[in-house]
């Protein structure tokens, strides 16, 4: 099997390639249209500024649909994979088919992320190490206990999923989720609403998410957290990005309780803050990360972490950016350096 340092290279070749052209990964023939997207990583990181190691990221989106008529009704469907699912030697991160009806909706059914976490709000970051999804810096920091890596909600990709959403204004989306069909859990329900205005010089955007999860059987969406066993697990979750010129913004904060669970308590919360300025080819960003778990049971030990980025990219090209980044986990320094590759 390719490994994830070939894979990596492979697509950050294919960006590049892509990139001469950025034409060629959008294509209409007739009522049909096919689209291709993604981006690829490659840099270093320094624990402790000592021995370097390597990162490497990537994601390819592809997308085929199908137009009834000036986009009013639109069959789709959807494949993509990236790093997280080549990590866990899958090769599929989301597959599934959608139909949208212009100003009413869209219906997904396959296998896919949430309604409450693709309508949740992440934080700034314009560096490569991946803060707001299973971020990199604690699979090359370690982690000292059970980290709650993911700020919005996330009840993984690879159970089959019903997601409905709505859109009846370009102010307000709104969904409910519902899956089941696996070994992880008996059923799994949640919702997501996302509220935005940019109307005015000061431009924002709130999101709320709650999600209920029925006998969790050792699962877990986090890399760095074991598989939880309880009767039940409930999340909530709400997330604000206020932008006012090239300043942005972003609080984010979810809360993850388990009742009666077996073993290590995993549950806990995640909080985080930031804060991005753009100026021309140049972009800024500091975020901040607090995870504590084990803080809903008295009879287990708690821990909880700090994780601080400072992040800065140039963007070369439309296509092409390097980004630099300097932080903070368990209490250990790191300075990390990269370029990415995005067509």
Not at 49 to 77: C, S, W
Not at 86 to 107: K, L, M, P, S, T
Not at 133 to 156: F, Q, W
Not at 226 to 248: E, F, M
């Amino acid at each position: 099997m390719i490994n994830k340092f070939n894979a990596v290279s492979i697509f950050s070749i294919l960006c590049a390639m892509a990139n001469t052209d950025a034409s060629a990964l959008s294509r209409d023939i007739g009522p049909f249209n096919l689209a291709v997207t993604g981006y690829g990583t490659a840099g270093i990181i320094e624990p402790n500024f000592e021995k370097p190691d390597f990162i490497g990221d990537f994601r390819v989106r592809g997308q085929l649909t199908y137009d009834f008529g000036n986009r009013e009704h639109m069959l789709g469907a959807v494949y993509m994979i990236d790093e997280d699912a080549v990590h866990e030697d899958n090769w599929v991160h989301d597959a599934f088919g959608f139909w949208q009806w212009r100003g009413v909706g869209r219906i997904e059914v396959g296998l896919t992320d949430s309604v409450a976490h693709k309508l949740g709000l992440g934080l700034p970051d314009v560096g490569g190490m991946r803060i707001n999804h299973d971020s990199l810096i604690y699979r090359k920091m370690g982690t000292g206990g059970a980290i709650i890596a993911n700020p919005e909600i996330t009840n993984g990709s690879d159970a089959l999923r019903v997601n409905l959403v709505a859109a009846t204004n370009s102010r307000v989306q709104y969904g409910i989720s519902v899956s089941g069909l696996n070994g992880d859990y008996d059923y799994e329900i949640d919702a997501g609403l996302k509220i935005k205005s940019s109307a005015n010089k000061t431009k924002y955007a709130f999101s709320f998410g709650a999600s209920f999860m029925d006998n969790p059987d050792n699962f877990s969406t986090d890399e760095y957290t074991p598989g939880t066993t309880a009767d039940w697990r409930g999340q909530i979750y709400t997330g604000l990005n206020i932008q006012y010129n090239s300043w942005v913004f972003a609080l984010t904060g979810r809360v993850v309780y388990d009742e009666k669970p077996i073993g290590s308590a995993v549950d806990g919360i995640v909080a985080g803050a930031g804060l991005s300025y753009d100026l021309l080819n140049y972009t800024m960003s500091l975020s901040y990360l607090f995870s504590d778990t084990g803080i809903w049971h008295h009879d287990t030990e708690n821990y909880d972490d700090h994780t601080v980025v400072a992040s800065f990219r140039y963007k070369y090209s439309k296509f092409v950016d390097g980004w630099t980044s300097i932080g903070m986990s368990r209490g250990e320094p790191f300075l990390a350096a990269g370029v990415r590759l995005t067509f």
